[in-house]
């Protein structure tokens, strides 16, 4: 059954299509050299607080 009043879908606008790379080029996104640039020793305030989460990841991956 089809409406004669029914809402058309709206044109979306065509965007010209930007490959990853020259996406993360443009934003200045360089490749991870090395696993030390991830790393974030204050990330946790305390010892505690990262064995909170810790277990609390445990927990869901259950």
């Known amino acids: 059954?089809?409406?004669?009043?029914?809402?058309?879908?709206?044109?979306?606008?065509?965007?010209?299509?930007v490959p990853a790379e020259e996406q993360a080029r443009r934003q200045g996104i360089r490749p991870v050299a090395s696993v030390d640039d991830l790393a974030?020793?204050?990330l946790f305030e305390s010892d505690e607080e990262l064995d909170a989460f810790l277990?609390?990841?445990?927990?869901?991956?259950?």
Do not use: F, G, V, Y
Request: hydrophobic share 30%; glycine share 0%; net charge negative.
């Open 55 to 62: 277990a609390n990841r445990a927990s869901q991956a259950i």
């Open 40 to 42: 974030r020793p204050d």
């Open 1 to 17: 059954m089809t409406s004669s009043n029914a809402e058309q879908m709206p044109e979306w606008p065509t965007a010209e299509h």
